[in-house]
């Protein structure tokens, strides 16, 4: 069976060694490289043989490296796993946060918004799998950081819309309740096509999930009214 690989670059960038000798790192930075390493071997095994039973026998001999190794980086499997989830929720959060331009047009605010978050999934689908679909399992800690990194999400998109409203009338009140229930909506969507599908095209879900984020917000009997080609014009616009 063919083995789960991530792609290096987008959530982790692991070495394939570490250098030895007069020019090996420091031991703070040798650290952190196996750190690295450990956190995408996590990924890796998770993706193929899910969250229930690893061990750490499973990660060292997936990445080559002994258990010595391990536990200078990690108090135990759960310590790893909690590593990986926050920085998979801190470049998602990076990405987010550079998409989400509060002076741009509502439409183009929310497609930028989805297409950043579909985009950096689609960028390592097999970290997507790990973490946003088998971290379900990984327990209380876990639901609570992904509870906190979807509700600043939607705070940021509750406080555009509200600017929204001041500005034009036919903008109407929308609890940050409803925010939050499209984004669960949006990541929903997504696991559904990376546990599904073994090669998934997450950016198809750009134009249906965008059109239903308008009709939520502005009102069905305007769906007629949006049209993605027009994005590039809106967004260049800034209105």
Known sequence: MKRSQIKPGVFFSPREE???????????????????????????VVADQ??????????????????????????????????????????????LVVALDPTKHWIVFVESGVRAYLETLQADPVVARALQIEMDAAGKAARVRRREALGLIAAA??????????EDPSFAPVPVEAHLALIYGVRQLACDALDTEDDPDLMRLVEPTVQWIWATVHGASSISELNLSTLDTLGSSGA
Request: with cysteine.
């Open 50 to 95: 899910g969250l229930n039973g690893l061990t750490v026998k499973d990660i060292v001999s997936h990445v080559g490296v002994s258990r010595t190794a391990f536990y200078d980086c990690f108090d135990d499997v759960e310590g790893c796993a909690d590593a990986a989830y926050e920085r998979f929720i801190a470049v998602l959060l990076d990405r």
């Open 18 to 44: 570490l250098p030895r000798g007069r020019h090996a790192l420091s031991r703070e930075n040798a650290l952190g490289a196996q750190r690295e390493r450990l956190m995408a071997a996590f990924c890796e």
């Open 157 to 166: 998109i509750n406080a555009r819309h509200e600017t929204l409203m001041a």
